[in-house]
């Protein structure tokens, strides 16, 4: 199947600190990539939706000011927690659908601890 | 918009049975149906897809079928084996050339004892 490279792979950092998470459709075209949150033995939280050259759709409850999204181009969209703190430790994941296909693939997940 | 369900939560087969996982839809608009398995610690891998204008596809193990009428699709795993352990989540999505949003069910955790 295609691939979607996530990294990195896992984080600490201090509180108060911002982290970028990058999210890469390597063989194929991406006009949407999703912003998943996971918490341990529990289903796929979406955070945001990221379509390439506009504004991220964010889901209720989801702060757009301290979880920033760029979708550049058709193969890159990034993550930003910004001023993170313990409570933003968490498992983080994107997905990519296929431009052609519709198909939709995970990156590997980036596992964030903020002390 | 598109509210998925999926049951069981948990489900424990020996090793050789089968493990059926159900899920349903509300939206009749999706028309793309893919199931992941999501192993500890790892991220969830596509391991069949189904769409609305088939009602089976099978791939070796793993089959999946469709009834859009009542719009509900499941998973069948045949001859389980222990490696079968993961969670299973399944989506529906409506892919359209304008984009398309995934909703997930909440996931079924499934055990194969040996």
């Known amino acids: 199947g295609a691939v979607v490279s996530q990294h990195p792979s896992w984080v600490i950092c201090k509180s108060g600190t911002s982290v970028k998470i990058e999210c890469r459709s390597l063989?194929?075209?991406?006009?949407?990539m999703f912003w998943y949150r996971q918490f341990p033995k529990q289903s796929l939280m979406l955070m945001a939706t990221s379509n390439e050259g506009s504004k991220a759709t964010y889901e209720q409850g989801v702060e757009k000011d301290k979880f920033l999204i760029n979708h550049a181009s058709l193969t890159l969209s990034t993550l930003t927690v910004t001023s993170a703190h313990p409570e933003d430790s968490s498992f983080y994941i994107c997905?990519?659908?296929?431009?052609?296909?519709?198909?939709?693939?995970f990156g590997e997940g980036s596992r964030l601890t903020v002390l | 918009g598109e509210n998925v369900e999926q049951h069981p939560s948990t489900l424990s087969v020996q090793e050789g049975d089968s493990a059926v996982i159900k899920c349903t839809y509300s939206?009749?608009?999706?028309?793309?149906f893919p199931w992941y398995k999501q192993e500890l610690g790892k991220r969830p891998q596509l391991i069949i897809d189904i769409r609305s204008n088939v009602g089976e596809k099978k791939d070796q193990r793993i089959a999946v079928t469709l009834n859009k009428t009542a719009k509900h699709f499941s998973l069948h795993i045949t001859e389980t084996q222990p490696e079968d352990s993961a969670v299973y989540f399944c989506a529906a999505s409506m892919i359209s050339f304008l984009g398309n949003q995934f909703y997930f069910g909440t996931g079924t955790s499934l055990t194969v004892i040996p």
């Open positions: 939206d009749s608009a999706s028309n793309y």
């Open positions: 997905s990519a659908s296929d431009r052609n296909t519709g198909e939709l693939f």
């Open positions: 063989d194929f075209q991406a006009t949407t």
